[in-house]
């Protein structure tokens, strides 16, 4: 591989071999409409393929996001034969590849970082489909200083939309974070999504501080609500964020074959000891919040 060793299919096969299976399989079992999964950031960022699987299906997490640039090494330069590997891995094992976790944005002033962003998120949609996820996280990542907020909302919707008409070609989700200086402000993000209506780009919620500005959480998500496909929640421990008024609005949302997919991605900075163990702390918390 051009970054890094990649894992070899028999010694990853034996290694899911051995996974214990304590996750339902999609295939015999139908889905709750909440699910669990982990991003890759920076819980398991040093995780390969196959202790990703291990660990997620060890602590009841039923689907991951591959964050980009991290161990797992399913990057855009990988061979055709390994994205095969990595596709039969996830669907030999209890364990969902819910998509993958890029860093593309649309949002530089440049025209030419632009067009690489936008070329590799196609590349990021192929990786997507060929590895069977359903989806690719993108990002917008700040207001520039020296161009009016109005065009740099305009460009990003119009890039969104064109990444958008690409995904849907191969049966992908685009995922736009709530993220960045200003952008991950709810009535930006509205903008944004105003202008990004292809129906292929849906919004990944992200549980940040400012959704609780202005009116506060739940109109910003009801404003938002429609266009949703994944969550990014955080530490289930940390009472930072409104968890118990969160829930509630999550289990109002209709799972829809183009819309709300139901995950909800745990995303944390900060890395415990024992992630093993933080893990299983969280599914109780997640369980909880579900049943209330």
Known sequence: MKRRQFLSAAAASAAVSSLPINVASPRTVSEPKLKLGLVTYNWGKSWDVPTVIKNCAATGFAGVELRSTHKHGVEIDISTAQRATVKKLFADSPVKLVGLGSACEYHAVDPAVLKQNIQETKDFIRLCKDTGG????????????????????????????????????????????????????????????????????????????????????EKNFRSLQNRISTIHIHDLRNQKYPWTELFPLLNEVPVKKDGFTGWTLLEEGSVPKDIVAAMKENRTAWESLVKN
């Open 134 to 217: 359903s989806g690719v996280k993108v990002r917008p990542n700040g207001l520039p200083k020296d161009r009016p907020v109005e065009k740099t909302i305009e460009q990003i919707g119009k890039s969104l939309n064109e990444v958008g008409r690409f995904a849907a070609d191969h049966g992908v989700q685009i995922r736009v974070e709530v993220h960045g200086r200003g952008t991950s402000e709810i009535p930006h993000m509205q903008s944004i999504m105003e202008i990004a209506d292809h129906p292929s780009v849906t919004v990944c919620w992200n549980c940040n501080p400012a959704d609780l500005n202005g009116a506060g959480l």
